[in-house]
Protein backbone atom coordinates (compact mmCIF):
# COMPACT_ATOMS: atom_id res chain seq x y z
CA UNK A 1 0.00 0.00 0.00
CA UNK A 2 1.45 3.34 -1.01
CA UNK A 3 1.28 6.05 2.09
CA UNK A 4 0.36 9.11 1.06
CA UNK A 5 3.24 11.27 0.71
CA UNK A 6 4.21 14.09 2.88
CA UNK A 7 3.46 17.70 2.18
CA UNK A 8 6.37 19.49 -0.23
CA UNK A 9 7.90 21.82 1.92
CA UNK A 10 6.91 24.65 0.59
CA UNK A 11 9.24 27.48 1.65
CA UNK A 12 7.25 30.60 1.32
CA UNK A 13 8.90 33.98 0.38
CA UNK A 14 9.29 36.14 4.31
CA UNK A 15 7.85 39.51 4.52
CA UNK A 16 8.28 41.50 7.69
CA UNK A 17 4.81 42.09 8.32
CA UNK A 18 1.46 41.21 6.70
CA UNK A 19 -1.59 43.49 7.58
CA UNK A 20 -4.63 41.33 6.89
CA UNK A 21 -8.16 42.58 5.77
CA UNK A 22 -7.71 46.14 5.34
CA UNK A 23 -9.88 48.49 3.66
CA UNK A 24 -7.20 49.51 1.08
CA UNK A 25 -7.34 53.30 -0.24
CA UNK A 26 -4.70 53.47 -2.91
CA UNK A 27 -4.10 57.48 -2.34
CA UNK A 28 -5.29 58.06 -5.86
CA UNK A 29 -9.06 58.96 -4.81
CA UNK A 30 -10.27 55.54 -6.16
CA UNK A 31 -12.78 53.47 -4.30
CA UNK A 32 -11.20 51.19 -1.66
CA UNK A 33 -11.07 47.41 -1.71
CA UNK A 34 -10.19 44.67 1.15
CA UNK A 35 -6.95 43.64 0.84
CA UNK A 36 -4.15 42.38 2.63
CA UNK A 37 -0.78 44.29 2.39
CA UNK A 38 3.24 42.86 2.49
CA UNK A 39 5.88 45.31 4.05
CA UNK A 40 9.40 43.73 3.15
CA UNK A 41 12.08 46.37 3.94
CA UNK A 42 11.14 49.86 3.63
CA UNK A 43 9.01 48.90 0.66
CA UNK A 44 5.52 47.40 0.26
CA UNK A 45 6.08 43.69 -1.22
CA UNK A 46 2.51 42.99 -2.06
CA UNK A 47 -1.30 44.09 -1.86
CA UNK A 48 -3.73 41.91 -2.77
CA UNK A 49 -5.86 38.86 -0.78
CA UNK A 50 -5.22 35.80 0.76
CA UNK A 51 -1.27 36.95 1.25
CA UNK A 52 -1.01 34.79 4.37
CA UNK A 53 -0.67 32.01 1.60
CA UNK A 54 1.78 33.38 0.01
CA UNK A 55 4.27 35.14 2.43
CA UNK A 56 5.48 34.07 5.82
CA UNK A 57 5.66 37.31 7.74
CA UNK A 58 7.16 38.00 10.85
CA UNK A 59 4.40 39.83 12.20
CA UNK A 60 0.94 39.42 11.05
CA UNK A 61 -1.39 42.61 11.86
CA UNK A 62 -5.49 42.06 11.89
CA UNK A 63 -6.61 45.10 10.17
CA UNK A 64 -9.95 44.28 9.72
CA UNK A 65 -11.95 47.53 10.42
CA UNK A 66 -9.58 49.40 9.70
CA UNK A 67 -8.61 52.02 6.42
CA UNK A 68 -5.36 51.33 5.25
CA UNK A 69 -3.66 54.65 3.73
CA UNK A 70 -0.75 56.03 2.26
CA UNK A 71 0.71 57.73 5.17
CA UNK A 72 -0.26 61.48 5.40
CA UNK A 73 2.07 63.79 3.72
CA UNK A 74 1.82 67.15 5.39
CA UNK A 75 2.88 69.98 2.64
CA UNK A 76 2.58 72.67 5.24
CA UNK A 77 4.25 73.02 8.26
CA UNK A 78 7.42 74.69 10.64
CA UNK A 79 8.51 71.89 11.70
CA UNK A 80 12.34 72.56 10.91
CA UNK A 81 11.66 74.95 13.83
CA UNK A 82 11.45 71.78 16.06
CA UNK A 83 12.71 68.97 14.14
CA UNK A 84 16.47 69.26 16.66
CA UNK A 85 14.08 69.64 19.64
CA UNK A 86 11.32 66.99 18.94
CA UNK A 87 12.64 64.55 16.76
CA UNK A 88 9.93 62.16 17.50
CA UNK A 89 7.48 64.11 15.35
CA UNK A 90 4.72 62.67 18.40
CA UNK A 91 1.95 64.93 17.41
CA UNK A 92 2.72 64.05 13.80
CA UNK A 93 2.61 60.09 14.03
CA UNK A 94 -0.12 59.96 16.34
CA UNK A 95 -2.08 61.99 13.09
CA UNK A 96 -0.93 59.35 10.44
CA UNK A 97 1.14 61.82 9.04
CA UNK A 98 4.36 60.39 7.90
CA UNK A 99 5.96 63.17 5.69
CA UNK A 100 6.25 67.11 6.70
CA UNK A 101 7.52 69.86 4.30
CA UNK A 102 8.77 72.45 6.05
CA UNK A 103 10.65 75.90 5.70
CA UNK A 104 7.06 77.35 4.92
CA UNK A 105 5.91 80.96 4.95
CA UNK A 106 9.55 82.39 4.16
CA UNK A 107 10.99 81.18 7.30
CA UNK A 108 13.62 78.02 6.87
CA UNK A 109 15.78 77.15 9.58
CA UNK A 110 18.42 75.83 6.81
CA UNK A 111 18.34 78.73 5.61
CA UNK A 112 19.55 80.09 8.51
CA UNK A 113 23.43 80.80 9.48
CA UNK A 114 25.49 80.68 12.56
CA UNK A 115 26.14 84.88 11.48
CA UNK A 116 24.84 87.56 14.19
CA UNK A 117 21.82 88.11 11.55
CA UNK A 118 20.59 85.12 13.43
CA UNK A 119 20.73 86.39 17.16
CA UNK A 120 17.07 86.52 17.81
CA UNK A 121 16.95 82.72 16.08
CA UNK A 122 19.82 81.55 17.55
CA UNK A 123 18.25 82.55 21.38
CA UNK A 124 15.14 81.04 20.55
CA UNK A 125 16.76 77.17 19.53
CA UNK A 126 18.76 77.51 22.61
CA UNK A 127 16.15 78.01 25.01
CA UNK A 128 15.04 74.43 23.55
CA UNK A 129 18.12 73.33 24.07
CA UNK A 130 19.32 73.72 20.03
CA UNK A 131 22.82 74.74 18.98
CA UNK A 132 22.89 76.07 15.80
CA UNK A 133 25.76 74.71 14.06
CA UNK A 134 24.80 74.98 10.58
CA UNK A 135 26.26 77.93 8.06
CA UNK A 136 24.11 76.13 4.52
CA UNK A 137 21.54 74.44 3.43
CA UNK A 138 22.67 71.52 3.21
CA UNK A 139 24.36 71.12 6.74
CA UNK A 140 21.26 71.73 8.22
CA UNK A 141 19.92 68.88 6.47
CA UNK A 142 22.84 67.17 7.46
CA UNK A 143 22.45 67.45 10.98
CA UNK A 144 19.15 66.57 10.84
CA UNK A 145 20.03 62.98 8.63
CA UNK A 146 22.19 62.54 11.85
CA UNK A 147 19.98 63.34 15.11
CA UNK A 148 17.44 60.92 13.06
CA UNK A 149 13.85 61.99 12.90
CA UNK A 150 10.27 59.60 13.62
CA UNK A 151 9.33 60.73 9.93
CA UNK A 152 10.42 61.58 6.52
CA UNK A 153 11.04 65.89 6.05
CA UNK A 154 12.47 68.19 3.42
CA UNK A 155 11.75 71.59 3.64
CA UNK A 156 11.62 74.38 1.21
CA UNK A 157 14.07 77.29 1.33
CA UNK A 158 12.10 80.88 2.76
CA UNK A 159 12.76 84.02 1.25
CA UNK A 160 12.01 86.76 4.31
CA UNK A 161 15.53 84.12 5.82
CA UNK A 162 17.38 84.64 2.67
CA UNK A 163 16.61 88.73 3.27
CA UNK A 164 18.08 88.80 5.70
CA UNK A 165 20.98 87.30 4.91
CA UNK A 166 21.49 89.38 2.06
CA UNK A 167 20.04 92.79 3.29
CA UNK A 168 19.18 92.79 7.21
CA UNK A 169 16.09 93.62 8.15
CA UNK A 170 16.03 96.81 6.55
CA UNK A 171 13.07 98.20 4.43
CA UNK A 172 13.30 99.26 0.90
CA UNK A 173 13.71 97.56 -2.51
CA UNK A 174 16.33 95.09 -2.44
CA UNK A 175 19.03 96.32 -5.57
CA UNK A 176 20.54 94.33 -8.15
CA UNK A 177 23.30 93.10 -5.64
CA UNK A 178 21.27 91.71 -3.22
CA UNK A 179 18.57 89.80 -5.66
CA UNK A 180 22.13 88.23 -6.97
CA UNK A 181 23.19 87.17 -3.13
CA UNK A 182 19.71 85.93 -2.64
CA UNK A 183 19.61 84.14 -5.99
CA UNK A 184 22.81 82.56 -5.14
CA UNK A 185 21.62 81.30 -1.67
CA UNK A 186 18.30 79.45 -3.64
CA UNK A 187 20.68 77.81 -6.10
CA UNK A 188 22.99 76.57 -2.91
CA UNK A 189 19.67 75.13 -1.42
CA UNK A 190 18.09 74.02 -4.24
CA UNK A 191 21.57 72.25 -4.82
CA UNK A 192 21.14 70.82 -1.42
CA UNK A 193 18.20 68.96 -1.93
CA UNK A 194 15.43 72.16 -1.10
CA UNK A 195 12.12 71.72 -2.81
CA UNK A 196 11.28 74.81 -3.94
CA UNK A 197 10.94 78.23 -2.49
CA UNK A 198 8.75 79.62 0.11
CA UNK A 199 7.56 83.29 0.88
CA UNK A 200 5.65 85.05 3.94
CA UNK A 201 4.92 88.55 2.75
CA UNK A 202 2.59 89.13 5.56
CA UNK A 203 5.94 89.55 7.60
CA UNK A 204 8.62 91.15 7.33
CA UNK A 205 11.48 91.75 6.24
CA UNK A 206 9.74 89.59 3.87
CA UNK A 207 6.51 91.62 2.44
CA UNK A 208 9.19 94.45 1.50
CA UNK A 209 9.82 92.58 -1.77
CA UNK A 210 7.90 93.19 -5.31
CA UNK A 211 7.56 90.97 -7.81
CA UNK A 212 10.62 91.99 -9.38
CA UNK A 213 12.63 90.72 -6.45
CA UNK A 214 10.40 87.23 -6.27
CA UNK A 215 10.10 85.93 -9.57
CA UNK A 216 14.03 85.69 -10.02
CA UNK A 217 14.45 84.09 -6.86
CA UNK A 218 11.59 81.79 -7.78
CA UNK A 219 12.88 81.07 -11.96
CA UNK A 220 16.23 80.00 -10.07
CA UNK A 221 13.94 77.21 -7.88
CA UNK A 222 11.81 76.78 -10.83
CA UNK A 223 15.23 75.40 -12.45
CA UNK A 224 16.35 73.11 -10.34
CA UNK A 225 12.93 71.89 -10.57
CA UNK A 226 11.02 73.04 -7.19
CA UNK A 227 7.66 74.86 -6.52
CA UNK A 228 6.89 78.08 -4.65
CA UNK A 229 5.05 78.20 -1.78
CA UNK A 230 3.29 81.49 -0.67
CA UNK A 231 1.92 83.11 2.83
CA UNK A 232 0.39 85.70 0.72
CA UNK A 233 0.73 89.33 1.41
CA UNK A 234 -2.66 89.66 2.92
CA UNK A 235 -5.12 87.57 3.97
CA UNK A 236 -8.33 89.69 4.85
CA UNK A 237 -8.70 93.08 2.91
CA UNK A 238 -6.69 92.63 -0.08
CA UNK A 239 -6.88 88.48 -0.57
CA UNK A 240 -7.57 89.07 -3.98
CA UNK A 241 -5.04 91.29 -5.21
CA UNK A 242 -2.93 89.37 -2.98
CA UNK A 243 -3.55 85.63 -4.77
CA UNK A 244 -3.17 87.39 -7.70
CA UNK A 245 0.21 88.61 -6.94
CA UNK A 246 1.16 84.78 -5.96
CA UNK A 247 -0.04 83.55 -9.05
CA UNK A 248 1.85 86.54 -10.88
CA UNK A 249 4.84 84.61 -9.99
CA UNK A 250 3.62 81.60 -11.90
CA UNK A 251 2.79 83.62 -15.13
CA UNK A 252 5.72 85.26 -15.08
CA UNK A 253 8.50 82.27 -14.63
CA UNK A 254 6.04 78.83 -14.51
CA UNK A 255 6.72 77.96 -11.58
CA UNK A 256 4.32 75.63 -9.86
CA UNK A 257 2.38 77.66 -7.28
CA UNK A 258 1.19 76.93 -4.08
CA UNK A 259 -1.19 79.00 -2.33
CA UNK A 260 -0.80 78.37 1.37
CA UNK A 261 -3.03 77.73 4.56
CA UNK A 262 -6.06 79.61 2.30
CA UNK A 263 -8.61 81.29 3.91
CA UNK A 264 -10.16 84.78 4.63
CA UNK A 265 -9.78 87.06 8.15
CA UNK A 266 -12.46 89.37 9.10
CA UNK A 267 -15.81 88.84 9.29
CA UNK A 268 -16.20 91.57 6.43
CA UNK A 269 -14.12 89.41 4.14
CA UNK A 270 -16.16 86.32 4.70
CA UNK A 271 -16.63 84.39 1.28
CA UNK A 272 -13.92 86.14 -0.85
CA UNK A 273 -12.39 82.41 -0.47
CA UNK A 274 -14.78 81.83 -3.65
CA UNK A 275 -13.45 84.39 -5.95
CA UNK A 276 -9.95 83.59 -5.07
CA UNK A 277 -10.49 80.21 -5.96
CA UNK A 278 -11.56 80.87 -9.08
CA UNK A 279 -8.84 83.02 -10.13
CA UNK A 280 -6.55 79.56 -9.21
CA UNK A 281 -9.27 77.95 -11.66
CA UNK A 282 -8.38 80.39 -14.68
CA UNK A 283 -5.00 80.21 -13.96
CA UNK A 284 -4.86 76.53 -14.24
CA UNK A 285 -7.30 76.53 -17.47
CA UNK A 286 -4.10 79.08 -18.76
CA UNK A 287 -2.11 76.14 -18.11
CA UNK A 288 -0.44 77.00 -15.23
CA UNK A 289 0.49 74.65 -11.97
CA UNK A 290 -1.68 76.45 -9.04
CA UNK A 291 -2.73 74.72 -5.84
CA UNK A 292 -3.87 75.57 -2.36
CA UNK A 293 -3.50 73.97 1.14
CA UNK A 294 -5.75 74.50 4.35
CA UNK A 295 -6.27 73.58 7.93
CA UNK A 296 -9.54 72.83 8.69
CA UNK A 297 -9.82 75.41 12.15
CA UNK A 298 -11.56 78.71 12.14
CA UNK A 299 -8.83 80.37 13.77
CA UNK A 300 -5.55 81.58 12.80
CA UNK A 301 -1.99 81.41 15.05
CA UNK A 302 0.47 84.37 14.31
CA UNK A 303 2.73 86.71 16.01
CA UNK A 304 0.63 88.52 18.72
CA UNK A 305 2.80 91.60 17.05
CA UNK A 306 1.55 90.41 13.87
CA UNK A 307 -2.33 90.34 14.84
CA UNK A 308 -2.34 93.81 16.86
CA UNK A 309 0.46 96.19 15.81
CA UNK A 310 0.65 98.58 12.42
CA UNK A 311 2.82 97.35 9.64
CA UNK A 312 5.69 99.99 10.87
CA UNK A 313 5.85 99.13 14.59
CA UNK A 314 6.70 95.45 13.00
CA UNK A 315 10.16 96.35 11.23
CA UNK A 316 13.23 95.00 12.63
CA UNK A 317 13.73 92.23 15.26
CA UNK A 318 11.47 91.08 17.87
CA UNK A 319 14.08 92.78 20.38
CA UNK A 320 12.89 96.06 18.53
CA UNK A 321 9.58 95.57 18.79
CA UNK A 322 9.65 94.70 22.56
CA UNK A 323 11.66 98.66 22.19
CA UNK A 324 8.59 100.34 21.11
CA UNK A 325 6.72 99.30 23.72
CA UNK A 326 8.53 101.34 26.14
CA UNK A 327 9.53 104.16 23.74
CA UNK A 328 6.42 106.48 25.19
CA UNK A 329 6.32 107.96 21.61
CA UNK A 330 6.29 104.85 19.98
CA UNK A 331 3.96 102.94 22.33
CA UNK A 332 1.41 106.23 22.17
CA UNK A 333 1.51 106.12 18.64
CA UNK A 334 1.07 102.23 18.20
CA UNK A 335 -1.83 102.34 20.72
CA UNK A 336 -3.62 105.00 19.47
CA UNK A 337 -3.52 103.86 15.76
CA UNK A 338 -5.07 100.55 17.61
CA UNK A 339 -7.24 102.02 19.09
CA UNK A 340 -8.47 104.15 15.99
CA UNK A 341 -9.96 100.49 14.96
CA UNK A 342 -9.81 98.13 17.88
CA UNK A 343 -10.33 94.26 17.35
CA UNK A 344 -13.14 92.39 19.34
CA UNK A 345 -10.65 91.81 22.45
CA UNK A 346 -12.89 88.52 22.96
CA UNK A 347 -11.73 86.83 19.95
CA UNK A 348 -7.91 87.10 20.05
CA UNK A 349 -6.47 84.38 22.75
CA UNK A 350 -2.53 83.97 24.10
CA UNK A 351 -0.87 81.82 22.43
CA UNK A 352 2.59 80.67 23.38
CA UNK A 353 4.07 82.85 26.74
CA UNK A 354 6.81 81.40 27.76
CA UNK A 355 7.73 84.49 29.77
CA UNK A 356 4.30 84.84 31.66
CA UNK A 357 2.58 81.60 31.22
CA UNK A 358 -0.44 82.74 32.71
CA UNK A 359 -1.34 85.00 29.99
CA UNK A 360 -1.56 81.64 27.96
CA UNK A 361 -5.17 81.12 26.74
CA UNK A 362 -6.51 83.89 27.64
CA UNK A 363 -8.11 86.24 25.43
CA UNK A 364 -7.60 89.74 25.22
CA UNK A 365 -10.52 90.97 26.85
CA UNK A 366 -9.50 88.04 30.12
CA UNK A 367 -6.04 89.36 30.19
CA UNK A 368 -7.31 92.97 30.47
CA UNK A 369 -8.91 92.33 33.29
CA UNK A 370 -6.25 90.02 35.24
CA UNK A 371 -3.76 92.87 34.79
CA UNK A 372 -6.54 95.76 36.03
CA UNK A 373 -6.01 97.53 32.49
CA UNK A 374 -7.35 98.57 29.01
CA UNK A 375 -6.87 95.21 27.18
CA UNK A 376 -4.60 97.23 24.68
CA UNK A 377 -2.10 97.94 27.37
CA UNK A 378 -2.26 94.73 28.70
CA UNK A 379 -1.18 93.36 25.14
CA UNK A 380 1.35 96.10 24.86
CA UNK A 381 3.03 95.24 28.15
CA UNK A 382 2.78 91.35 27.10
CA UNK A 383 4.85 92.13 23.89
CA UNK A 384 7.57 94.22 26.53
CA UNK A 385 7.84 91.03 28.55
CA UNK A 386 8.22 88.62 26.21
CA UNK A 387 10.76 90.68 24.37
CA UNK A 388 8.28 90.99 20.87
CA UNK A 389 8.20 87.49 21.18
CA UNK A 390 4.66 85.98 22.03
CA UNK A 391 1.76 84.36 19.74
CA UNK A 392 -1.65 84.60 19.58
CA UNK A 393 -4.90 82.77 17.93
CA UNK A 394 -7.09 85.20 16.20
CA UNK A 395 -10.96 83.01 16.32
CA UNK A 396 -11.62 85.75 12.62
CA UNK A 397 -12.25 82.58 10.06
CA UNK A 398 -15.74 81.19 8.76
CA UNK A 399 -16.55 77.47 8.83
CA UNK A 400 -18.60 77.82 6.00
CA UNK A 401 -15.23 79.09 3.95
CA UNK A 402 -13.12 76.47 5.62
CA UNK A 403 -15.78 73.73 4.12
CA UNK A 404 -15.62 76.05 0.60
CA UNK A 405 -12.02 75.64 0.42
CA UNK A 406 -11.87 71.77 1.40
CA UNK A 407 -14.45 70.93 -0.93
CA UNK A 408 -12.25 72.57 -3.78
CA UNK A 409 -10.52 69.37 -5.48
CA UNK A 410 -6.91 71.25 -5.82
CA UNK A 411 -7.21 71.73 -1.87
CA UNK A 412 -4.39 69.91 0.18
CA UNK A 413 -4.55 69.37 3.98
CA UNK A 414 -1.84 71.64 5.47
CA UNK A 415 -1.27 71.97 9.00
CA UNK A 416 0.56 74.89 9.20
CA UNK A 417 1.83 73.09 12.67
CA UNK A 418 4.78 72.82 14.49
CA UNK A 419 5.95 69.08 15.48
CA UNK A 420 5.05 68.95 19.64
CA UNK A 421 5.33 66.36 21.98
CA UNK A 422 3.13 66.97 25.54
CA UNK A 423 5.80 65.51 27.44
CA UNK A 424 8.75 67.59 25.75
CA UNK A 425 10.55 71.37 25.61
CA UNK A 426 7.73 72.79 24.17
CA UNK A 427 4.80 70.64 26.26
CA UNK A 428 3.54 74.26 28.23
CA UNK A 429 3.22 75.78 24.66
CA UNK A 430 -0.55 76.82 24.32
CA UNK A 431 0.05 75.83 20.38
CA UNK A 432 -2.41 75.69 17.62
CA UNK A 433 -4.43 72.46 17.90
CA UNK A 434 -3.36 72.29 14.00
CA UNK A 435 -0.49 70.99 14.95
CA UNK A 436 -2.35 67.96 16.86
CA UNK A 437 -5.43 67.44 14.83
CA UNK A 438 -5.66 68.85 11.17
CA UNK A 439 -5.56 65.92 9.49
CA UNK A 440 -8.07 63.36 12.34
CA UNK A 441 -10.10 66.23 11.89
CA UNK A 442 -10.36 66.39 8.52
CA UNK A 443 -11.09 62.74 8.38
CA UNK A 444 -13.81 62.82 11.22
CA UNK A 445 -15.12 66.31 11.24
CA UNK A 446 -15.49 66.79 7.79
CA UNK A 447 -15.14 63.64 5.83
CA UNK A 448 -18.01 61.24 8.84
CA UNK A 449 -19.62 64.04 10.48
CA UNK A 450 -20.44 66.65 7.96
CA UNK A 451 -19.79 64.75 4.90
CA UNK A 452 -17.83 67.94 3.06
CA UNK A 453 -16.17 65.36 0.74
CA UNK A 454 -15.64 61.64 0.72
CA UNK A 455 -13.13 59.62 2.56
CA UNK A 456 -10.98 58.30 -0.50
CA UNK A 457 -11.18 61.98 -1.84
CA UNK A 458 -9.68 63.60 1.42
CA UNK A 459 -7.28 61.21 1.60
CA UNK A 460 -6.23 61.76 -1.98
CA UNK A 461 -5.47 65.66 -1.11
CA UNK A 462 -3.63 64.26 2.05
CA UNK A 463 -1.33 61.56 -0.02
CA UNK A 464 -0.82 61.67 -3.95
CA UNK A 465 -1.88 65.02 -4.31
CA UNK A 466 0.74 66.69 -2.13
CA UNK A 467 3.39 63.85 -3.28
CA UNK A 468 3.00 65.07 -7.12
CA UNK A 469 3.20 68.67 -5.89
CA UNK A 470 6.72 67.17 -4.69
CA UNK A 471 7.35 65.44 -7.16
CA UNK A 472 7.69 62.52 -4.83
CA UNK A 473 7.69 59.58 -6.99
CA UNK A 474 7.70 56.61 -4.62
CA UNK A 475 5.23 57.63 -1.30
CA UNK A 476 1.97 58.83 -1.34
CA UNK A 477 0.26 55.63 -2.79
CA UNK A 478 -0.18 52.24 -1.97
CA UNK A 479 1.18 50.30 -4.16
CA UNK A 480 3.99 47.28 -4.70
CA UNK A 481 7.24 49.33 -5.14
CA UNK A 482 6.71 52.26 -3.21
CA UNK A 483 7.89 53.26 0.31
CA UNK A 484 6.32 51.28 3.09
CA UNK A 485 4.70 54.36 4.52
CA UNK A 486 1.08 53.41 5.98
CA UNK A 487 -1.32 54.61 7.96
CA UNK A 488 -4.09 52.68 9.43
CA UNK A 489 -6.85 54.10 11.19
CA UNK A 490 -10.18 53.47 12.46
CA UNK A 491 -12.66 55.15 10.09
CA UNK A 492 -15.94 55.49 12.77
CA UNK A 493 -13.14 57.18 15.65
CA UNK A 494 -10.97 58.77 13.65
CA UNK A 495 -11.16 62.27 15.36
CA UNK A 496 -9.27 65.75 16.88
CA UNK A 497 -9.33 65.84 20.64
CA UNK A 498 -7.16 69.13 20.75
CA UNK A 499 -8.98 71.96 21.27
CA UNK A 500 -8.00 75.44 22.11
CA UNK A 501 -7.57 75.47 25.30
CA UNK A 502 -6.16 72.02 25.53
CA UNK A 503 -4.23 71.75 22.84
CA UNK A 504 -1.58 69.07 23.81
CA UNK A 505 -3.46 65.86 23.00
CA UNK A 506 -3.17 63.35 20.61
CA UNK A 507 -5.83 62.32 18.08
CA UNK A 508 -7.61 59.20 18.31
CA UNK A 509 -8.71 56.41 16.10
CA UNK A 510 -4.88 56.37 14.48
CA UNK A 511 -4.03 52.87 15.11
CA UNK A 512 -0.50 51.95 13.26
CA UNK A 513 1.33 53.69 10.98
CA UNK A 514 4.74 52.44 9.64
CA UNK A 515 7.72 54.96 7.86
CA UNK A 516 9.91 53.77 5.98
CA UNK A 517 8.36 49.99 6.58
CA UNK A 518 8.83 50.56 10.29
CA UNK A 519 6.19 50.34 13.12
CA UNK A 520 6.38 53.61 14.46
CA UNK A 521 3.01 53.90 16.12
CA UNK A 522 1.40 50.28 16.76
CA UNK A 523 -1.84 50.39 18.61
CA UNK A 524 -2.09 53.99 19.36
CA UNK A 525 1.14 53.85 20.89
CA UNK A 526 4.48 55.36 19.88
CA UNK A 527 7.48 53.97 19.72
CA UNK A 528 10.61 55.35 20.55
CA UNK A 529 12.54 54.74 17.00
CA UNK A 530 13.51 57.46 14.31
CA UNK A 531 12.81 55.63 10.54
CA UNK A 532 12.19 58.76 9.12
CA UNK A 533 14.45 60.19 6.67
CA UNK A 534 15.97 63.42 5.08
CA UNK A 535 14.05 63.92 1.65
CA UNK A 536 15.78 65.75 -1.05
CA UNK A 537 15.30 66.85 -4.52
CA UNK A 538 17.33 65.51 -7.47
CA UNK A 539 16.41 67.16 -10.42
CA UNK A 540 12.87 66.73 -10.95
CA UNK A 541 12.14 64.29 -8.02
CA UNK A 542 12.06 64.33 -4.57
CA UNK A 543 13.52 61.09 -3.03
ZN1 LIG B 1 1.96 81.16 6.90
Known amino acids: ?49 NLVLHYHAGMVI ?11 IDIHTHSDLSV ?60 VEQEG ?17 AKGSTEGKADAGEIAI ?43 GGFYASHIRNEGDTLIE ?48 VLTDQYPYAAFMTG ?60 LEQLGALDGKHPVDSALDLLRDERGWVSAVHFALSDEDIETVLRDPHTMIGSDGVAASPTGAMGDDKTHPRSYGAFPRVLGAYVRDRSVLSLSDAIRRMTSLPASRLGLIDRGRLAPGMKADITLFRPETVADTATFDNPQQFAS ?16 VQRDIRPGRVLRRRGGTVI
Not at 313 to 322: E, H, N, Q, R
Request: charged content about 20%; glycine content about 10%; aromatic content about 6%.
Open 1 to 49: MPTDPSPPQISLPQVDYLLTDATVYDGLGTAAVRADIAVLGDTIAAIGT
Open 62 to 72: DASGLAASPGF
Open 84 to 143: LVTPLFDSSIHQGVTTEVSGNCGMAAGAMTSSGDFAFERRWLERSGVTLSWDTFGGFLDR
Open 149 to 165: TAINICSLVGHGTLRKL
Open 182 to 224: MQRAVADAMASGAVGLSTGLEYLPGGYADLDEIAPLAQIAHEA
Open 242 to 289: SVTEAIAVGRQTHIPVQVSHLKAEGHKNWGKVRAALGLMADARADGFD
Open 304 to 363: LSVILLPKWALAGTPDDIARRMVSTTDRDKIRSEILADPLDWTKVQVGIARVRREAQGLT
Open 509 to 524: GIEYVFVNGRLALSGG
